[in-house]
């Protein structure tokens, strides 16, 4: 029997074997409470023990048996329940750990260390190619050898291996500049700082034509006495790289606060305009156009350079690129015959009597300029695309008007054809030719500063309808006349055409409508004998360009007429 119970005894691990609940190493705080400390733990009785106490309680075999069987099971049902609870907290533990790690992160993580990886090891094998370049140029010395050479070769690749390596190809890093949106305040601060940065070189050009036109004479004087001297010893290129250091040298005073004027003609101050935050809707409009009337300017100034340029070179005129081709063969041939020291000689002293004499007498003499300055002449004689495009233009419409009077000898003259008899260019309106419009002489046609006219609109205040009153169109000005069109599509709008004689008028100046008009409403008043109050040509865009052609042709034809009366 005891054999028996031995065997359900020990069928498992043995109960020495078992940890109690306080004993599990997987026990927390938590679950070690008072009461598992408190309770007494169960050992299991050895053979003799349980003879002992066989004898004592007078029990037999059989209850003993039960007795021993139903603490087992106690024991097993306690360890159950232990395993159970840590079965439970480690799943909610890993259940937490899955919740914590995000597996996208930990990818990207992966990602970046590998692409650093690749990048070390990029750049460790550039640094043992380098290292491989090196000992090529420089061996190491052999350890086994250390000779007097191989120190010395040592020594080279310790002192200038830094540098070798400074010539290693490597590709060229593009940047790509960000562009900053359009902003009309930016807009206006770029040409101001343009204008600044480029007057240094139009006060030197401004210096420059001052010294040849003997603005002042004791200056200009001695500046040729030098000069002459200089190119006389063949000592030009040393004067003007003294020069050079000279004006550095006053640059650095002037930094340094030192007040010095080094100029022949005295700079002007320009007022400085500080920048306004607020601006009205009318006075941004105007500072755009403006800035862009100034910067159209600009770009076609610089385009006709560059045109004339090209098309000296592009054999555009002939008989112009003609003169330049034997003046570069003169040189070349000069160049290859003569020695240099009398070729300087010879340019120097040239320059100096063409800088300082003959065009001070140009520009003193217009006329013979016209006829002897060669570069002037080229210069002023080469044309732009524009006038190209405009020349091949008018010669097809003169063709056309040719044949269509080959066709009809007595025909008259088309419409829209306004011709000027010295350089056969036409000047037309939207609505004819120019002196049909307003009812003038052929003779009569708009200036050069107003070919395309000045878009306005006329407000006459002796009118009281609303049509009358106020008329959009055109602003012209020619010899004699103030020619205003009137741009209504209306069968009777010619007859609405405004022409004012330069003679007549008695009083001009500058007018302010309303500001809520295109150009900030500036305008012209013009005051006649035949209106009761002036007439107002507002919102001009252009209004100081329209009243100082307007003025400056009124002064003309005022003067010339005062100068007619006493000889009539």
Same mark, same amino acid.
């Given at each position: ?30 679950? @070690? ?7 007494? /733990?169960?050992?299991? /009785? ?34 159950? %329940?232990? *395993? ?19 597996? +996208? ?15 070390? $090891? ?39 291996? #830094? ?8 590709? $060229? ?6 562009? %900053? ?22 006060? !030197? ?18 500046? !040729? ?26 640059? @650095? ?21 500080? &920048?306004?935050?607020?601006?009205? #809707?009318?006075?941004? !409009? ?38 330049? @081709? ?42 013979? /300029? ?67 419009? !307003? ?6 046609? &708009? ?28 602003? @012209? ?35 302010? #409508? ?33 009243? +100082?052609?307007?003025? *400056? ?16």
């Amino acid at each position: 029997m005891r054999k028996h119970l031995d065997r359900i005894r020990f069928r498992g691990h043995r109960r020495d074997d078992l940890l109690d609940l306080g004993d599990s190493p997987y026990t927390s705080d938590t679950e @070690y409470t008072e009461e598992a400390g408190m309770k007494p /733990r169960i050992h299991v /009785r050895e053979p003799e023990e349980l003879r002992e106490v066989e004898a004592e309680s007078g029990l037999d075999e059989g209850a003993l048996v039960g007795f021993i069987v139903l603490t087992d099971l106690n024991e097993v049902k306690g360890h159950l %329940e232990v *395993a159970l609870l840590e079965k439970h907290f480690l799943q909610e533990e890993l259940r937490k750990l899955k919740e914590e790690s995000n597996v +996208d992160s930990l990818r990207q993580e992966l990602e970046k260390e590998r692409c650093r990886r690749v990048e070390l $090891e990029q750049k460790i094998n550039d640094v043992l190619r380098s290292s491989e370049t090196l000992t090529c140029w420089f061996p190491p010395p052999d350890k086994q050898k250390d000779t007097l050479t191989n120190r010395f070769l040592k020594w080279l690749n310790d002192r200038f291996g #830094v540098y070798i390596e400074d010539f290693r190809f490597q590709p $060229e890093e593009t940047t790509v500049e960000t562009e %900053e949106p359009l902003s009309g305040r930016r807009l206006t601060e770029n040409m101001r700082r343009l204008k600044r940065g480029f007057r240094p070189v139009t006060n !030197f050009m401004r210096n420059l034509s001052a010294l040849s036109s003997w603005y002042s004479l004791y200056t200009t004087a001695i500046a !040729f006495i030098v000069y002459m001297y200089a190119a006389w010893h063949g000592w030009v290129i040393p004067m003007f790289l003294f020069l050079a250091i000279l004006r550095l040298s006053l640059n @650095y005073l002037i930094a340094r606060g030192w007040r010095i004027q080094w100029s022949i003609v005295p700079e002007v101050s320009e007022p400085v305009e500080p &920048p306004k935050e607020d601006l009205t #809707v009318s006075e941004k !409009f105007q500072l755009v156009l403006d800035v862009a009337q100034k910067a159209q300017n600009l770009f076609g100034r610089m385009a006709n350079i560059l045109e004339k340029i090209k098309n000296l070179f592009m054999w555009v005129r002939p008989e112009l690129t003609q003169k330049l @081709y034997i003046a570069l063969w003169v040189a070349f041939i000069s160049s290859c015959l003569l020695p240099y020291k009398l070729l300087g000689f010879i340019i120097g002293v040239y320059a100096g009597i063409k800088f300082f004499i003959i065009d001070f007498i140009y520009k003193s003499c217009p006329k013979l /300029r016209q006829r002897f300055d060669t570069p002037y002449i080229i210069w002023t004689s080469l044309p732009t695309n524009l006038q190209l495009k405009e020349h091949s233009s008018g010669t097809q419409s003169r063709r056309i008007t040719a044949v269509g009077s080959r066709s009809n000898l007595g025909a008259a003259a088309p419409l829209g054809v306004g011709r000027d008899e010295e350089g056969g260019r036409c000047y037309s309106t939207k609505r004819g030719a120019f002196h049909e419009v !307003f009812n003038l002489p052929e003779t009569e046609r &708009p200036l050069s500063v107003c070919e395309n006219g000045w878009r306005c609109c006329l407000i006459n205040r002796d009118k009281k309808t609303m049509s009358d009153y106020i008329r959009n169109g055109v602003l @012209y000005v020619t010899e004699n006349h103030i020619c205003f069109e009137v741009s209504s599509s209306r069968s009777g709008s010619s007859k609405r055409n405004k022409v004012i004689k330069l003679l007549d008028i008695k009083d001009i100046q500058k007018y302010k #409508v309303l500001s809520v008009l295109p150009g900030s409403g500036m305008g012209i008043s013009i005051a006649t004998p035949y209106t009761l109050k002036p007439m107002v040509f507002g919102a001009m865009v252009h209004r100081d360009e329209a009243f +100082d052609a307007i003025f *400056a042709q009124y002064t003309k034809v005022a003067s010339m007429a005062a100068a007619a009366k006493p000889e009539t």
